[in-house]
């Protein structure tokens, strides 16, 4: 099983970034997939996830400045930020959680986002 963050970089304020994670290993089509965000000594907090139907839900905080989508055939998840803020700053990560086993879930390895002013 893996996946593979992608996107995150050094952006500046009120900028736009795409992050993107690849899925393999696991029938991609049956999992809830889920963007996450952590910054140094702090919880990850979820940000937006996707189930296997296309619904999509935001956190409050980040609701019309980011969008979830996936690809099911191609095994990919997107997130689009718009308004980037430094609040945003920090490690993006993906998760993959079974919609039919109780548990089963699985993790990225992040990928950084730093927003200079």
């Known amino acids: 099983v893996q996946l593979q963050a992608s996107g995150g970089g050094l952006v500046e304020v009120g900028g736009s970034l795409r992050l993107s994670c690849a899925a393999s290993g696991f029938t991609f089509g049956r999992y809830t997939m889920g963007w996450y965000h952590q910054t140094p000594g702090k919880q990850r907090e979820l940000l937006a996830k996707?189930?296997?139907?296309?619904?999509?839900n935001y956190a409050e905080s980040v609701e019309g400045r980011f969008t979830i989508s996936r690809d099911n055939a191609k095994y990919t998840v997107a997130l689009q930020i718009h308004s980037l803020e430094p609040g945003d700053t920090g490690v993006y990560y993906c998760?993959?959680?079974?919609?039919?086993?109780?548990?089963?879930?699985?993790w990225g390895q992040g990928t950084q986002v730093t927003v200079s002013s």
């Open positions: 998760r993959a959680t079974s919609e039919s086993q109780t548990g089963v879930e699985y």
């Open positions: 996707i189930d296997s139907d296309g619904r999509a």
